[in-house]
């Protein structure tokens, strides 16, 4: 066995480890609430069984990482496999760097749903190790884009810890209007997190199921406007096919034979139809998913999770909450932005061009400026630090996933295949 299939095995591992965890620590939550007697010591002994069980996931998810890089030559940051993988890990070290300053096992509850959701979403992208081209070739590669994701890794657990006060603190049972539109946003944020588990169903399903269409896609060059023709390959149903193509082979899917309409001429890119056919896959499939759950629970998702988290204190989720964006802030300004920069003159032969996913960075980076202004000037803090942590996080997913499946550009090397 070589070096790069073995680490495909520790990921495998890791991800395993991890799913078992998460079940540890809901059934620690879970036995608390139906345990009369010592409560508290039935979370605590198997909140340290999940803890050490999340170690032990991330001992596998360090190795994959070093025998990919060991195998590939390279720092296995270079594509979106590489890349979210890589992110997901560095979520766990965050957390377990929070872990051992506050003591609060239960962030496994919410950290190693985030962590797991996005391995699953790494696997859907190609896992064969690619060559680098030229202007991935340089050590600025590993030290820009890890510690880039190094710094959102801590933004997510500012995000978790942020979702948790707000879960805890929303009063579901006031009807004036502040309390009904703190419940309406906050069930906007878990449908948002329902749609990312909706993109995954829905990708590995077809995949499973072996669905392909292909089109014949023409591309005029604006600039000299000759025109070449070349081949789109999807593994969803189209629903939405490229723009100025013909249909070279489609399966027929409940009855629908041929696209329903055309990417919008204005979406550039020979993948511009796959990824906007992706994304409206990903809304069909969590819309499902969201209301067979409300159907099944009878009650908006926050709700439901509300009975686990009423002996935290608010107080402490809120404080993690600023300290894990205040570690990763420092750190994503030196990967995401200054070391950004310095590769871009040596790739590019400029330090700043506005690139989708650079501006994006920038809006990033502008957000939890004011962030960590407003907390430490204005005093905000409780639900407001907390819906800041959350949308901040969304600003973060954008820049990571949704530049890549909406908008071209330099970065979408980044494998959106």
């Given at each position: 066995m070589?070096?790069?299939?073995?680490?495909?095995?520790?990921f495998?591992?890791?991800?395993?480890l991890?799913?078992?965890?998460?079940?540890?620590?809901?059934?620690?939550?879970?036995?608390?609430?139906?345990?009369?007697?010592?409560?508290?010591?039935?979370?605590?002994?198997?909140?340290?069984?999940?803890?050490?069980?999340?170690?032990i996931?991330?001992?596998?998810?360090?190795?994959?990482?070093?025998?990919?890089?060991?195998?590939?030559?390279?720092?296995?940051?270079?594509?979106?496999?590489?890349?979210?993988?890589?992110?997901?890990?560095?979520?766990?070290?965050?957390?377990?760097?929070?872990?051992?300053?506050?003591?609060?096992?239960?962030?496994?509850?919410?950290?190693?749903?985030?962590?797991?959701l996005?391995?699953?979403?790494?696997?859907?992208?190609?896992?064969?190790?690619?060559?680098?081209?030229?202007?991935?070739?340089?050590?600025?590669?590993?030290?820009?884009?890890?510690?880039?994701?190094?710094g959102?890794?801590?933004?997510a657990?500012?995000?978790?810890?942020?979702?948790m006060?707000?879960?805890?603190?929303?009063?579901?049972?006031?009807?004036?209007?502040?309390?009904?539109?703190?419940?309406?946003?906050?069930?906007?944020?878990?449908?948002?997190?329902?749609?990312?588990?909706?993109?995954?169903?829905?990708?590995?399903?077809?995949?499973?199921?072996?669905?392909?269409?292909?089109?014949?896609?023409?591309?005029?060059?604006?600039k000299?406007?000759?025109?070449?023709?070349?081949?789109?390959?999807?593994?969803?149903?189209?629903?939405?096919?490229?723009?100025?193509?013909?249909?070279?082979?489609?399966?027929?899917?409940?009855?629908?034979?041929?696209?329903?309409?055309?990417?919008?001429?204005?979406?550039?890119?020979?993948?511009?139809?796959?990824?906007?056919?992706?994304?409206?896959?990903?809304?069909?499939?969590?819309?499902?998913?969201?209301?067979?759950?409300?159907?099944?629970?009878?009650?908006?998702?926050?709700?439901?999770?509300?009975?686990?988290?009423?002996?935290?204190?608010?107080?402490?989720?809120?404080?993690?909450?600023?300290?894990?964006?205040?570690?990763?802030?420092?750190?994503?300004?030196?990967?995401?932005?200054?070391?950004?920069?310095?590769?871009?003159?040596?790739?590019?032969?400029?330090?700043?061009?506005?690139?989708p996913?650079?501006?994006?960075?920038?809006?990033?980076?502008?957000?939890?400026?004011?962030?960590?202004?407003?907390?430490?000037?204005?005093?905000?803090?409780?639900?407001?630090?907390?819906?800041?942590?959350?949308?901040?996080?969304?600003?973060?997913?954008?820049?990571?996933?949704?530049?890549?499946?909406?908008?071209?550009?330099?970065?979408?090397?980044?494998?959106?295949?």
């Amino acid at each position: 066995m070589n070096l790069i299939d073995f680490s495909g095995d520790a990921f495998i591992v890791a991800f395993t480890l991890y799913c078992v965890a998460f079940i540890m620590y809901a059934l620690a939550v879970m036995g608390r609430r139906f345990r009369k007697r010592d409560p508290e010591a039935h979370l605590a002994k198997w909140g340290k069984i999940a803890f050490v069980t999340t170690t032990i996931g991330l001992i596998g998810h360090l190795l994959y990482f070093f025998t990919r890089w060991a195998g590939s030559g390279h720092v296995p940051v270079s594509n979106m496999y590489e890349f979210m993988s890589f992110l997901s890990m560095a979520i766990m070290i965050a957390f377990l760097v929070l872990y051992f300053i506050y003591k609060k096992s239960l962030l496994g509850l919410f950290a190693l749903p985030l962590a797991i959701l996005i391995m699953a979403y790494a696997a859907v992208f190609p896992q064969q190790v690619q060559p680098l081209i030229p202007s991935l070739q340089s050590y600025w590669l590993g030290i820009h884009v890890t510690l880039a994701a190094l710094g959102d890794a801590f933004f997510a657990v500012g995000f978790i810890a942020g979702l948790m006060h707000l879960l805890r603190t929303v009063n579901f049972s006031g009807t004036d209007k502040g309390s009904r539109r703190e419940q309406r946003w906050l069930e906007l944020v878990m449908f948002a997190i329902v749609v990312l588990i909706g993109f995954i169903l829905s990708v590995y399903s077809f995949r499973a199921a072996g669905y392909q269409a292909e089109f014949n896609q023409t591309l005029v060059d604006p600039k000299t406007e000759n025109s070449t023709i070349v081949k789109v390959e999807y593994n969803m149903p189209p629903l939405v096919a490229p723009y100025q193509s013909e249909t070279e082979s489609m399966q027929s899917f409940l009855g629908m034979k041929s696209p329903l309409m055309e990417a919008p001429s204005w979406m550039h890119g020979v993948n511009a139809g796959r990824k906007l056919n992706t994304v409206v896959w990903s809304l069909i499939t969590g819309l499902i998913l969201y209301g067979l759950l409300r159907l099944i629970l009878r009650k908006p998702l926050a709700k439901v999770i509300q009975p686990a988290l009423h002996r935290l204190d608010p107080d402490d989720l809120d404080e993690i909450s600023y300290r894990a964006i205040a570690i990763g802030f420092p750190v994503f300004t030196l990967g995401g932005l200054i070391f950004a920069m310095i590769w871009a003159e040596i790739a590019w032969g400029r330090f700043w061009g506005w690139d989708p996913k650079e501006v994006w960075a920038l809006i990033t980076w502008l957000f939890y400026s004011v962030y960590l202004h407003l907390r430490l000037s204005r005093g905000w803090q409780g639900k407001y630090s907390s819906w800041l942590s959350v949308i901040g996080f969304i600003v973060v997913m954008f820049t990571l996933v949704g530049v890549n499946l909406i908008i071209a550009g330099l970065h979408s090397y980044a494998g959106t295949d």
